[in-house]
């Protein structure tokens, strides 16, 4: 996937306002928010890594894995915590988070070739406790549920692109996350389409920011900005209903 370059809060080819979530969409449909184009992409990364043992390619690059492992560990988050990875493609997160001592990892994909791979690969790092399943999450199992730690490190970003309704499938997005976060877990996007603020707009309701991760930077025209975004929110706590109060 392409980073789109983000300087001041705007990009090239999209208007300041209405901007998201104020009944415009953010950006132009693209072919990279089909399940049919990662379909065939993983085909070929799953042929590829037969052909020549390569995982393929690490979203938003190394550094952005180490990003994640570092806040988990300044955080103290114990080892055996849940996590979901959300769109795990060749898994390789999963493979570094449990090198570094975590043990209750799981990775969901809607592309059943991303999982072959990333159970290959999974099996080439003799790492078989990471569970890896074909789910979508916009339609998630009534057994993805109850995790501590959830992380996005571009799904969010496809899914915006999907030709089809991708404004109700952002709100679908977050009714999962919903789902399958508890209460008070954290939830870490890494992003390279959306700012700080519209992500925030996003994920306004039942979230809070915690934290925005440092990434780096670029200068042009004199202008300092971000090419990726990458955030931490805290799924809020659930308030007793008044029939809560009542029972």
């Known amino acids: 996937m392409a980073a789109a370059m983000a300087v001041a809060g705007e990009r090239p080819g999209r208007p300041a306002e209405p901007g998201p979530g104020r009944g415009e969409e953010p950006f132009s449909p693209s072919v990279l928010g089909t399940r049919e184009h990662w379909d065939a992409a993983y085909e070929r990364e799953l042929q590829t890594f037969q052909d020549i043992g390569d995982a393929g ?32 493609g060749n898994g390789v997160l999963l493979i570094e988070l449990a090198k570094s001592g975590y043990t209750n990892l799981t990775g969901i994909d809607y592309s059943p070739s991303a999982i072959q791979l990333s159970e290959k690969v999974r099996e080439k790092e003799g790492m078989s406790d990471i569970k890896l399943k074909v789910e979508d999450f916009l339609a998630p199992s009534d057994e993805l549920s109850g995790f501590e730690i959830c992380i996005d490190k571009g799904t969010f970003d496809a899914i915006s692109l999907n030709p089809d309704n991708a404004v109700g499938k952002r709100k679908q997005y977050v009714r999962s996350l919903c789902s399958v976060l508890k209460p008070e877990g954290f939830f870490l996007i890494t992003s390279c389409n959306w700012t700080k603020e519209e992500l925030l707009n996003e994920f306004r309701e039942g979230f809070e920011i915690l934290e925005e991760l440092p990434t780096p930077k670029f200068c042009f025209g004199g202008r300092i900005g971000n090419s990726v975004t990458a955030l931490v929110f805290q799924r809020k706590k659930v308030r007793p209903s008044i029939l809560d109060k009542l029972d």
């Open 57 to 88: 390619e690490i979203w938003f690059g190394e550094e952005s894995m180490i990003r994640i492992i570092k806040w988990l560990e300044k955080q103290k988050v114990p080892h055996d915590s849940p996590v979901l990875d959300i769109g795990t």
